[in-house]
């Protein structure tokens, strides 16, 4: 029997989780900062006469964040990875004495990751990803360790997870720099459309509003020339900053954060990297695709861009890396070439035809606009009777909210549509902007279709796409399609081993067939 | 495919749910009107609340009646198709090969009557097939847990042979 591989995580784990905890009690102490302020400054004179009990209050303090220390300090020692034979444990005997047991076959991603504070201690940290619905949410395991002691891990366990198949090449996972090795390499150029393209409507029109609301502030407190104004004015100016640094991270984030974004197939393998201040490295095994997403936001469809995301468990849980790109915003001859490289099994997804809905949806979405007009008209009504709104007010906002949702509508039908096709099942959603799912049959893992009393008459269905995924990509809308297609589909889902039209045309050696 | 309906004491048992779950509705309502709207004699949320207890009440009268008599479902070699609804009608199918885990569960209710649900789940959801006679539901639970193991098995034997 093979002796078992023990270790623990670094201990710098210790510091990143103590930071992590800070952080977060930093939040909250800010939020209740802001919202006691005026009467925070106003006892801030009065410390001097509290003197003893401002020293206690700070030494308790530190006595608690010592304590905390001392307790990741102790969590740590106690923490062991083991690897023995075909499975992966994690041990922790602490109080709350935990074994977790994974089986490596079990296994579907094992990632890199190094933030800013790991690059500068040389460590590097390794996430692992079940095939597991009820984990599919978050990482299932993560293990900090030196750079080259986590890659050597990694190794290790894609070589455990496929031992019927062949080695990953070294130099595949090696990852080389140089930009020639890569199928696909964004350079400053194509980050910078990215993340012009990415920019959403919501976070601009709250950046907007952020600058404008600080500049009113700023000109009250100036006018009101009061203390209290003053401190009032803090407290607004400390919202509204946070608001607009939210904004403006969440625009800036499409240009920093897939800084470097490169990507490169190997037999049956996508090795993805990306980052500056938090370098990523994901492998991801082809087979455990169960989508491919190609999003437009509103600008990127007036300027014929496009961008494509993988649908897997393993990617885009954190809260930071949501989306699980593999071709930045770029032209669709580019995302076509890019995608013949990548992914050819998916490279059919810009050219295969997807009908809008048929005309006869518009009858059936008569009964939510009528539902949604008589609640809205209702609304109004009361509000009048409440004198919470004048009659032109009471007969207006319902007529302007009944344009807006027709307005939607019209962009829903313009947008939306779906193709059934023989091994894959295209849905095609969204507003003002666009996203297309394209799904193999045989990773649905079961639909659920729907039909309103209007739909039944009409012959029209619509439904829902469930997939293994994380929350956020788990259930796919199928708008409405006719209902003489069901039984194609349920054929096709339930045969979807046979006639597969397509076969993995990267062959064993790496190369394209 | 052959869909089979549901036994009389599922209609039974739908009935008696859809009325405690109206009773509560119409107990919350009448309390609201009570000790706000009509003191208050606020003529829109009266007019709401009237609204309200009507729907409620036909819910209740025709819902059961006519899920009852929706209601289908059909469970063979290759996938289970469940239909059900009143209104507003849906369809779940899953094939069997991508069944995960059998449970079988009765509430308090379902034991009343003698019935019980089988909840079967996949990697991207659980789908419930419902209102089973409770015998019903435990040869359905057996044929399926039968059925997913000649699956893991047909699977073995394919990947023994192409290695």
Redesign the interface.
């Known amino acids: 029997m093979e002796t078992p591989i023990r270790f623990r995580n670094h201990i710098s784990i210790v510091a990143e989780r103590m930071v992590r905890g800070l952080v977060f009690l930093g939040a909250l102490l800010a939020g209740n900062l802001s919202q006691n302020l005026p009467g925070l400054l106003e006892d801030a004179g009065h410390i001097s006469e509290n003197l003893p009990a401002f020293a206690a209050g700070l030494a308790g303090i530190f006595v608690l964040f010592l304590i905390l220390v001392l307790w990741q300090v102790m969590i740590w020692s106690k923490t062991y990875i083991s690897i023995c034979e075909n499975t992966l444990v994690i041990e922790r005997n602490t109080m709350n004495r935990m074994k977790y047991t994974i089986a490596a076959s079990s296994i579907s991603n094992v990632n890199m990751e190094q933030n800013l504070f790991e690059m500068l201690i040389g460590t590097s940290k390794l996430k692992l990803d079940t095939?597991?619905?009820s984990t599919a949410n978050k990482t299932d395991v993560q293990i900090l360790l030196k750079t080259a002691q986590a890659e050597a891990l990694k190794q290790h366990l894609m070589s455990m997870m496929h031992q019927?198949a062949p080695a990953p090449q070294p130099e595949a996972a090696a990852m080389p720099d140089a930009p020639a090795s890569f199928d696909s390499h964004a350079d400053f150029g194509d980050i910078l459309a990215h993340g012009f393209f990415s920019i959403s409507l919501f976070s601009l029109l709250i950046l907007v509003l952020s600058i404008a609301g600080a500049v009113f502030s700023i000109r009250e407190a100036i006018f009101s020339g009061s203390t209290e104004g003053l401190a009032g004015f803090l407290v607004s100016f400390l919202v509204i900053f946070g608001l607009f640094a939210s904004s403006f991270w969440d625009i800036a984030r499409g240009f920093i954060q897939y800084y470097n974004f490169r990507v490169r197939r190997l037999e049956d393998r996508l090795y993805i990297q990306y980052g500056l201040l938090r370098k990523v490295s994901y492998t991801v095994p082809v087979d455990k695709i169960q989508a491919l997403k190609i999003n437009q936001t509103l600008s990127a469809r007036i300027g014929g861009r496009y961008m494509a995301e993988i649908i897997n468990i393993g990617m885009g849980d954190e809260g930071n890396d949501r989306n699980s790109f593999l071709v930045l915003y770029c032209r669709k001859d580019t995302l076509l070439k890019r995608l013949s490289s990548l992914l050819p099994e998916f490279a059919d997804s810009l050219e295969l035809d997807v009908q809008r809905q048929p005309a006869r949806v518009w009858a059936v979405w008569l009964i939510p606009f009528g539902i949604a007009g008589l609640l809205l008209g209702?609304l109004s009504?009361?509000l009048y009777?409440?004198q919470i709104l004048t009659a032109f007010w009471c007969i207006a906002a319902p007529l302007l909210m009944a344009g807006g949702c027709l307005l939607l509508m019209i962009l829903r039908y313009l947008t939306c549509g779906c193709a059934l096709k023989e091994d894959y099942v295209l849905a095609v959603n969204g507003y003002l902007g666009r996203r297309v799912t394209m799904a193999a049959y045989h990773q649905?893992?079961?639909?659920?279709?729907?039909?309103?009393?209007l739909a039944?008459l009409l012959h029209l269905q619509k439904g829902r796409l469930?997939?293994?995924a994380g929350a956020g990509n788990?259930i796919h809308d199928l708008p409405y399609f006719s209902s003489k297609k069901i039984d194609f589909f349920?054929r096709r889902?339930?045969h979807s081993k046979e006639q597969r039209g397509y076969t993995n045309p990267i062959n064993e050696k790496g190369e394209q067939a | 495919m052959k869909y089979e309906n549901l036994s009389v004491q599922a209609l039974k048992c739908m009935y008696v749910s859809t009325a405690l779950s109206s009773l509560l509705a119409l107990a919350v309502l009448g309390a609201v009107n009570y000790f706000y709207l009509i003191p208050e004699d606020i003529?829109?949320?009266k007019l709401?609340s009237l609204i309200l207890a009507v729907l409620i009440c036909l819910n209740l009268l025709f819902s059961p009646w006519f899920r009852y008599h929706r209601y289908r479902y059909s469970i063979n070699q290759?996938?289970i198709?469940i239909r059900e609804g009143y209104?507003?009608?849906?369809?779940?199918?899953?094939?069997i090969e991508?069944l995960h885990k059998l449970q079988t569960a009765k509430g308090p209710l379902d034991q009343i009557f003698g019935v019980a649900k089988v909840i079967v789940t996949?990697?991207?959801?659980d789908?419930t097939i419902r209102f089973l006679e409770e015998k019903q539901a435990e040869e359905i639970a057996d044929s399926l847990r039968r059925r997913i193991n000649q699956i893991v098995t047909e699977q073995r034997n394919d990947y023994g042979n192409t290695?």
């Open positions: 095939n597991s619905l019927d209702f009504w009361s009777w409440f649905i893992q079961y639909v659920e279709l729907k039909q309103n009393p039944m469930h997939l293994l788990q349920r889902l339930l | 003529v829109p949320g709401a290759e996938c198709d209104l507003f009608t849906r369809r779940d199918i899953v094939p991508r996949t990697a991207g959801g789908v290695n």
